[in-house]
């Protein structure tokens, strides 16, 4: 672990202050200023509801638009559900974890294993069980993938630390190693997951369809963000965590265990993961052993968008990725997969460090 | 080592009495293959071999001499292997039909690393890793879609020249008793390309050019410190290790006489890759040679082992999921992850290790 060399003090200025004494108070206000802005800056924010509201025209009818701009939104906080935990473990230890795909593939099939014995919820048209059974899915999952990401970090994250190239092929080998499994232990076909009774179909506003379901995912969704948001701001944790993605050698000096916190975000980011895993299968319905590989390609353009290691830059970004997928899927089906890419192209010319960037880097 | 052949090396021996008597034994091996192995299967697997070698040892010029992780190298495969295809079936089975699509992927293939590695090179490699995986997987969908151009899911199947079917005897009577038809030439036809190529990969790795990019790879602020645009280098290593795997591609393509999305396209190739690079040694181009051999013997005969394996333990529950054939790519992934904890330098950087301790070879 290299220190950074001890700075000098820096020098106070030699002050024009018997000129002019109110300077430094306005010097004190710009950087006031400066620190403000930075602390939010709206423009990416603002760039969901402008992708809305430009695409609105090019779609022409107001249901349609509202069917996918929901459905939009859905997949776009599922897909923060996922990355939230990969920006951060980035952020926090600049460790890339080209596995965290096989946490969302290990979620869902939980939750398949879980649906099994509880037939009788799922089925039940009713909106207590169904939600229960989903639920306790939820809970299983992330319990499961949280212990299976602590074992990840201890196996395969630990012994490369620092070396890029190592962390890059050895999670790579993690998620094969995954992958492979989970074909072993559930098959390597297409298992079906349905969703519980209740939550089938759509309600019917106006003229537009909104499946029950999707709604659902947004607003676990926004809890997941509106809870990670908190603890981040509002908690000593998340100060120490929102530091160390700062600067890691400057906490560790301030005698925190940095790697305590990080073994602790790793494993909370696996157990999210799990979650968002969940809300995946659910969301498509089923679920194949290669989802790990399918999402992965999603989450690192989403957290490139958002800037490495920022937790809002990953909201944004996934938020715009789920309504791009959506619009262009209708409008110009062929470039689906296209247009994510170039979003990532057009955000990286705007900004090269993406939406959010985080210092240091 | 007598000088003409040093020259052909490059000055860059095996530098190990192991590794020089494997290496002749592949050699021997494959030049002499319909000789020593007649069969379909076995020319087929000879001829796997001679194009993954090129392959592999032209992502050891990326990942191994540039320190570069790329995961777009099958997508430079696949243009390689299209353009052929393309244009056997577009023009005919002729010789300038292959010449032209030869050139035109490799126009493409070039045009495209660099365009790639000008705009995402400059940042660090983990940033690389993820954009490369993003723009290969949307090829991947642009070239299915694409059916009328590339065939969809189904692929192409086409002719190729007349000489190179397997229908075309050269001699009525057997030679040595293996008759000379369309698919011995074709067999010799890729085995001096794939010679030529990679001895033209070690004369670069050996060149000025090859040390520079050693030198980035070691240490890149040092390299830029000392005079070397290592953008400039990092962008050229990315262009040229693109435009072997194209050829590499086009061969397999003339070799199958089809191409597909899950021939030259998957992201399992790419995988397999890594896997070939890591196993046999980063950094030493006889690795791929070396690692291609055991790959793809094992890939064609490790299954029928443990389907042996399999059906001896199929009464014990988990064991025998874990060794059924169909699972030999757990059994790769976890000696992937223990050859990048335990032999970094892969087999050959290995022997070459014991060999030094054993006194000068």
């Keep these: ?361 | 080592m007598r000088g003409p052949l040093r020259a052909c090396l490059s000055d860059d021996g095996p530098r190990s009495r192991a590794v020089a008597v494997l290496l002749l034994f592949v050699l021997v091996g494959l030049a002499l293959a319909p000789f020593l192995f007649p069969g379909a299967r076995s020319l087929s697997v000879a001829a796997k071999i001679l194009v993954f070698i090129v392959l592999v040892a032209s992502y050891d010029l990326l990942l191994g001499y540039t320190g570069i992780v790329s995961f777009a190298h099958t997508m430079f495969f696949g243009i390689g292997a299209y353009g052929v295809a393309i244009a056997c079936t577009r023009i005919g089975p002729t010789w300038g039909a292959l010449g032209i699509g030869l050139a035109g992927a490799l126009a493409v293939s070039g045009m495209l690393a660099l365009v790639i590695g000008l705009f995402s090179l400059r940042v660090r490699a983990i940033f690389f890793a993820m954009i490369t995986l993003a723009v290969a997987s949307a090829f991947q969908t642009l070239a299915s879609q694409l059916s009328d151009l590339t065939g969809g899911e189904d692929g192409l199947n086409f002719k190729v020249p007349e000489v190179l079917r397997p229908s075309f005897e050269l001699f009525e009577d057997p030679v040595l008793g293996v008759s000379i038809d369309g698919r011995f030439i074709t067999y010799y036809l890729v085995f001096a390309a794939a010679l030529v190529l990679f001895l033209a990969l070690l004369r670069l790795v050996n060149s000025p050019f090859g040390r520079v990019l050693q030198a980035i790879r070691e240490n890149a602020f040092r390299a830029e410190a000392i005079g070397y645009r290592t953008i400039h280098y990092r962008t050229a290593s990315n262009v040229l290790a693109a435009l072997f795997a194209t050829a590499a591609g086009a061969l397999l393509a003339i070799w199958l006489r089809y191409n597909g999305p899950d021939t030259s396209l998957s992201f399992e190739i790419m995988l397999d890759i890594l896997l070939i690079v890591v196993v046999g040694g980063m950094g030493t181009m006889y690795g791929a040679v070396i690692g291609s051999v055991l790959f793809v013997l094992a890939q064609n005969y490790l299954q029928d082992l443990l389907a042996l394996g399999g059906a001896a333990f199929e009464s014990v529950p988990v064991l025998g999921a874990l060794l059924s054939p169909d699972r030999w790519l757990l059994w790769l992934g976890v000696l992937f992850v223990l050859s990048v904890y335990y032999f970094p330098s892969g087999i050959v950087g290995r022997l070459r290790a014991s060999g030094r301790r054993a006194g000068p070879p």
């Design chain 1, 1 to 361: 672990m290299s220190f950074p060399s001890p700075q000098p003090q820096p020098q106070p200025q030699p002050s024009p202050s018997s000129a002019s004494p109110r300077a430094p108070a306005s010097a004190a206000g710009r950087v006031d200023a400066a620190i403000k802005a930075a602390r939010f800056d709206p423009i990416p924010l603002l760039l969901v509801p402008a992708l809305i509201v430009v695409v609105a025209p090019l779609i022409g009818s107001v249901p349609t638009w509202v069917t996918l701009t929901v459905a939009g939104l859905a997949i776009g906080v599922t897909i923060f559900v996922i990355a939230s935990g990969l920006t951060l473990v980035f952020g926090l230890m600049d460790v890339l974890n080209f596995g965290h795909g096989v946490f969302i593939a290990f979620g869902a099939y939980m939750a398949l294993s879980v649906f099994g014995p509880l037939a009788a919820w799922t089925q039940a048209d009713a909106i207590g069980p169904n939600l229960a059974a989903i639920g306790l899915a939820m809970a299983v999952a992330m319990i499961a993938v949280a212990l299976i990401g602590w074992a990840f970090e201890r196996v395969i994250v630990r012994p490369v630390y620092g070396q890029h190239l190592k962390q890059i092929l050895i999670t790579m080998g993690g998620m094969i190693i995954g992958e492979e499994l989970i074909k072993a232990i559930w098959g390597p076909q297409l298992a079906a997951l349905p969703l519980p009774q209740a939550l089938r179909g759509a309600w019917i506003i106006g003229d537009a369809a909104i499946e029950r379901y999707r709604v659902l995912a947004i607003v676990l969704g926004l809890v997941v963000f509106g809870a990670l948001s908190w603890l981040l701001t509002r908690t000593k944790v998340g100060l120490l965590i929102r530091a160390g993605v700062q600067d890691r050698e400057m906490v560790e000096c301030l005698g925190y265990r940095i790697r305590r916190l990080f073994v602790g975000v790793f494993v909370a980011g696996s157990a999210l993961a799990g979650l968002g895993g969940v809300m995946w299968a659910l969301y498509q319905q089923g679920v194949v052993p290669q989802i790990g590989a399918q999402v992965n390609v999603l989450l690192f353009i989403v957290i490139i968008i958002g800037g490495l290691g920022s937790t809002l830059g990953c909201f944004v970004g996934a938020l715009l990725v789920g309504l791009m997928m959506n619009y262009t899927g209708f409008l110009l089906p062929k470039l689906a997969l296209f247009s994510n890419i170039l979003l990532m192209v057009a955000v990286l010319l705007w900004r090269p460090q993406g939406l959010y960037p985080v210092a240091r880097r």
